[in-house]
């Protein structure tokens, strides 16, 4: 996280799997002054790339299609589609 110059205004620079646990660390503290930031990051996020939800997968098998679809904001589609490639290979 740096500031850009003297301005109030802050870039977060990090990959899909931090966002991802800065959020999951964010709802866990249940601290609600930094729940703006929590919405700041799901409106900003990038979607994960085919690669990138084959690879959550991998990491974490007994992942089901709903929690892939909560995680990525993937369609059941796409999510279907990833855990049937995984049990293929």
């Known amino acids: 996280m740096s ?3 003297r301005s109030r205004n ?3 620079t990090a990959s899909t799997q931090q966002v991802q646990n800065i959020l999951k660390l ?3 503290s ?3 002054s930094w729940l703006w930031l929590a919405k700041t990051l799901k409106e900003n996020k990038k979607p994960f790339s085919e690669k990138a939800l084959l690879d ?3 990491q974490h ?4 299609v709903n929690e892939l679809m ?3 904001d993937c369609t059941l589609i796409q ?5 049937d490639e995984l049990e293929w290979e």
């Open 79 to 83: 999510a279907r589609k990833i855990l």
């Open 56 to 58: 959550y997968a991998k």
């Open 70 to 72: 909560a995680i990525s």
């Open 61 to 64: 098998p007994n992942t089901t």
């Open 10 to 12: 802050w870039q977060l």
């Open 30 to 32: 249940s601290e609600e």
């Open 26 to 28: 964010i709802r866990e």
């Open 3 to 5: 500031r850009s110059g």
